[in-house]
């Protein structure tokens, strides 16, 4: 079992940058697919990235494309969301997860942080 956290969330400014961290204890965490998810106020929680346990491929929603980089260092245990020029419309807490699966669906996720909050003010 894994329990993944997250950290990084803050403030920024719009066009601004922050990166995201998912660490997770247990030896095996990199033999699973991580995900990045996020919820906005009164809005239901929707895939923006995933990489596969390896890091050999990954997978963005149109959203966050050219702009979101995921990738990920077995050896440390983390998973990283590199976020650039960032707009108000990103603001929302957002989840990493594990999945067993390669998936963009939250139900395939079998392990999921608390969140972190990211505001992007204009």
């Known amino acids: 079992q894994v329990k993944p956290v997250e950290s990084g969330g803050g403030l920024v400014q719009t066009g601004g940058s922050l990166r995201l961290t998912c660490t997770a204890s247990g030896r095996t965490f990199g033999s699973y697919s991580v995900g990045w998810f996020r919820q906005a106020p009164g809005k239901a929680r929707y895939f923006i990235a995933a990489?596969?346990?390896?890091?050999?491929?990954?997978h963005y929603s149109d959203s966050v494309k050219d702009r979101f980089t995921i990738s990920r260092d077995n050896a440390k245990g983390t998973v990283y969301l590199e976020m650039n020029s960032l707009n108000p419309e990103d603001t929302a807490v957002y989840f990493c997860?594990?999945?067993?699966?390669?998936?963009?669906?939250?139900?395939?996720?079998?392990?999921w942080g608390q969140g972190t909050q990211v505001t992007v003010s204009s």
């Open positions: 997860a594990a999945s067993s699966r390669w998936s963009r669906l939250d139900r395939d996720y079998d392990y």
């Open positions: 990489i596969t346990s390896t890091g050999a491929s990954t």
